[in-house]
């Protein structure tokens, strides 16, 4: 399983947009901060087929230390949490199993117009 960068998303959009690596930046730059402006402002973001982005509080727990084994407090926070649409999860699972996706099948993906 391989990491892929940010850097490598806009430079794969550039090639199938044909545009220069810099435009597709930034946009990839700007949809990223409209997203975490959103999530800050408590507003949700749904993608159709792909998912839905929303931020939650995480209720206050206990916890131990597991190098003394001290009880620990951890206070209640705020988490931006992720849940997958239909196509995304058919999609992951079919790769799971190994049968092969090709981008065009991916929600939300770039068609092209030869």
Do not use: Y
């Not at 930046?25 to 507003?43: K, P």
């Not at 159709?48 to 131990?64: D, I, L, Q, S």
């Not at 206070?75 to 981008?103: D, I, N, Q």
């Amino acid at each position: 399983m391989a990491t892929i960068t940010k850097r490598d998303i806009t430079d794969r959009i550039a090639e199938r947009l044909s545009q220069p690596k810099i435009v597709a930046l930034t946009v990839v730059q700007e949809f990223l901060a409209e997203m975490t402006a959103e999530l800050t402002a408590g507003n949700r973001l749904e993608f159709r087929e792909f998912g839905v982005f929303e931020v939650k509080m995480r209720a206050a727990r206990k916890a131990r230390n597991p190098q003394n084994g001290e009880t620990v407090h951890i206070p209640a926070r705020t988490v931006v949490h992720f849940r997958a649409g239909r196509k995304m999860k058919e999609l992951v699972r079919g790769r799971a199993v190994g049968v092969g996706v090709s981008t065009a099948d991916a929600p939300g993906a770039l068609q092209r117009k030869e």
